[in-house]
């Protein structure tokens, strides 16, 4: 049928997605910059042009957003933070790599939105956010900093009772603690969201630290709980 077949293409331009994935890892293991830019640039050419056809299979089906999508999104992500460091090197345009980190993080919130109890896409969503406000950061856009924190804590809600392995507690106490020294800021002077944020943010790092007796994490810890000392004097 041609269902089938459209399935079957499908398939088979997700194994050439992969393929050029695969060859950029390669190539920027042989730390060949050049081929490794062309195979990354050629997946995420690929990999955007397939999400279009999944995206057609599930409005035809009626499906907010199939494993299959998701799959492919999570691994478009993985190109985009590729990229994302071969547009460092290179030194290229902050808008260039603005716009590719921005489209990223939309991304992530879709999957969120569909899938906000699965550990691969809260890790992403977050990963996101921390490297879209990096980027923010670095060129004095504290409230744009600000905003792509919160835009990713306001949905964390949907979290409640869900069990939180080691890796997704850092996640999520490192989002508190940068939105929490954003808001701190003199410039921002947003006290009270500020300690909210440091308070989960001390909270996470101080069970992460008893439980792991991990040094950095009770140094995290620490570096917090003298943030909000200064926010109470």
Same mark, same amino acid.
């Given at each position: 049928?041609?269902?089938?077949?459209?399935?079957?293409?499908?398939?088979?331009?997700?194994?050439?997605?992969?393929?050029?994935?695969?060859?950029?890892?390669?190539?920027?293991?042989?730390?060949?910059?050049?081929?490794?830019?062309?195979?990354?640039?050629?997946?995420?050419?690929?990999?955007?042009? $397939?999400?279009?056809? $999944?995206?057609?299979?599930?409005?035809?089906?009626?499906?907010?957003?199939?494993?299959?999508?998701?799959? +492919?999104?999570?691994?478009?992500?993985?190109?985009?933070?590729?990229?994302?460091?071969?547009?460092?090197?290179?030194?290229?345009?902050?808008?260039?790599?603005?716009?590719?980190?921005?489209?990223?993080?939309?991304? +992530?919130?879709?999957?969120?939105?569909?899938?906000?109890?699965?550990?691969?896409?809260?890790?992403?969503?977050?990963?996101?956010?921390?490297?879209?406000?990096?980027?923010?950061?670095?060129?004095?856009?504290?409230?744009?900093?600000?905003?792509?924190?919160?835009?990713?804590?306001?949905?964390?809600?949907?979290?409640?009772?869900?069990?939180?392995?080691?890796?997704?507690?850092?996640?999520?106490?490192?989002?508190?603690?940068?939105?929490?020294?954003?808001?701190?800021?003199?410039?921002?002077?947003?006290?009270?969201?500020?300690?909210?944020?440091?308070?989960?943010?001390?909270?996470?790092?101080?069970?992460?630290?008893?439980?792991?007796?991990?040094?950095?994490?009770?140094?995290?810890?620490?570096?917090?709980?003298?943030?909000?000392?200064?926010?109470?004097?």
């Amino acid at each position: 049928t041609q269902n089938a077949e459209e399935s079957n293409d499908i398939d088979d331009d997700m194994r050439i997605c992969n393929y050029y994935q695969t060859l950029g890892e390669l190539y920027n293991h042989l730390e060949k910059e050049e081929e490794s830019y062309d195979a990354y640039t050629e997946a995420q050419i690929r990999q955007m042009r $397939l999400l279009g056809l $999944l995206k057609k299979e599930d409005e035809a089906a009626n499906v907010q957003m199939s494993q299959r999508s998701l799959i +492919a999104r999570l691994t478009l992500s993985v190109t985009n933070h590729m990229l994302g460091i071969h547009y460092r090197k290179q030194g290229k345009a902050q808008r260039d790599l603005s716009v590719l980190l921005r489209s990223n993080m939309d991304m +992530a919130l879709d999957c969120f939105k569909a899938y906000p109890r699965d550990g691969r896409v809260i890790h992403y969503v977050i990963n996101a956010a921390l490297e879209l406000g990096d980027l923010q950061h670095k060129g004095k856009g504290l409230k744009a900093e600000c905003d792509t924190y919160t835009r990713v804590i306001s949905q964390f809600g949907v979290l409640n009772n869900i069990r939180l392995d080691t890796q997704l507690c850092v996640d999520i106490a490192m989002i508190h603690t940068k939105c929490g020294q954003c808001q701190m800021d003199a410039s921002m002077r947003r006290f009270t969201d500020a300690a909210r944020n440091l308070e989960i943010a001390e909270k996470l790092w101080g069970s992460l630290a008893q439980n792991t007796k991990n040094p950095e994490f009770q140094k995290n810890a620490a570096a917090v709980s003298q943030m909000l000392k200064q926010i109470r004097k």
